[in-house]
Antibody, heavy 121, light 110 residues
Framework: QVQLQESGPGLVKPSQTLSLTCTVS??????????WSWIRQHPGEGLEWIGY???????YYNPSLKSRLIISVDTSKNQFSLQLSSVTAADTAIYYC?????????????WGQGTLVTVSS | QSALTQPASVSGSPGQSITISCTGT?????????VSWYQQYPGKAPKLMIY???NRPSGVSNRFSGSKSGNTASLTISGLQADDEADYYC??????????FGSGTKVSVL
């Protein structure tokens, strides 16, 4: 079955850029009908949709993060990535990557295990 | 884009039925039949339980069912079991190709 795995630094300094990569295995990121997503969860809090991207490169972002956010895809490596700039302590969270099987309509059927990113000097 | 509103906690005894509400607006829950529900155990990734308001993925127990009326969606768990104790989140497609999650509900089995 499809597997997703997040990777990247667990500690980022304030004002710097948070960069994470999600590697997809046992499935092609270029398969149509799927959107590849980032979701985060602040410690002890609820889920927050960050954004998603189609294999073609079309990306859609949470309006509250849009000015600091870039989501990109590398089909040759079967990976997609997240870059969040000018981070603050408020960006400390568990970051999940997930597959939306609902053609972008909110059907996250496969998730990574999540990676904790702490923003601190 | 505000989070959908869910009760902080819902509890029930084994065998009972409970319902979790998820209230949004006409721009999200009320405007589209794209409401999903996720179950999350502590320290684990969420699991899809319901999609498109009332559809269950393969492998999800038929004790879980979803519905929607106006701007409010609901998840009903019937025949409550001990391992249903978890956090539950609703989510909805919203306008302009965005998604929004609910605030989350902690389900306790008494």
């Amino acid at each position: 079955q499809v597997q997703l795995q997040e990777s990247g630094p667990g500690l980022v300094k304030p004002s710097q850029t948070l960069s994470l990569t999600c590697t997809v295995s046992n499935g092609s990121i270029s398969s149509g009908g799927y959107y590849w997503s980032w979701i985060r969860q602040h410690p002890g809090e609820g889920l927050e949709w960050i954004g998603y991207i189609y294999y073609s490169g079309s990306a859609y972002y949470n309006p509250s993060l849009k000015s600091r956010l870039i989501i990109s895809v590398d089909t040759s490596k079967n990976q997609f990535s997240l870059q969040l700039s000018s981070v603050t302590a408020a960006d400390t969270a568990i970051y999940y990557c997930a597959r939306d099987a609902g053609d972008g309509y909110n059907q996250f059927d496969y998730w990574g295990q999540g990676t904790l990113v702490t923003v601190s000097s | 884009q505000s989070a959908l509103t869910q009760p902080a906690s819902v509890s029930g005894s084994p065998g009972q039925s409970i319902t979790i509400s998820c209230t949004g607006t006409s721009s999200d829950v009320g405007g589209y039949n794209y409401v999903s529900w996720y179950q999350q155990y502590p320290g684990k990734a969420p699991k899809l339980m319901i999609y498109d308001v009332n559809n269950r993925p393969s492998g999800v127990s038929n004790r879980f069912s979803g519905s929607k009326s106006g701007n409010t969606a609901s998840l009903t768990i019937s025949g409550l079991q001990a391992d249903d104790e978890a956090d539950y989140y609703c989510s909805s497609y919203a306008s302009s190709s965005t998604l929004v999650f609910g605030s989350g509900t902690k389900v306790s089995v008494l």
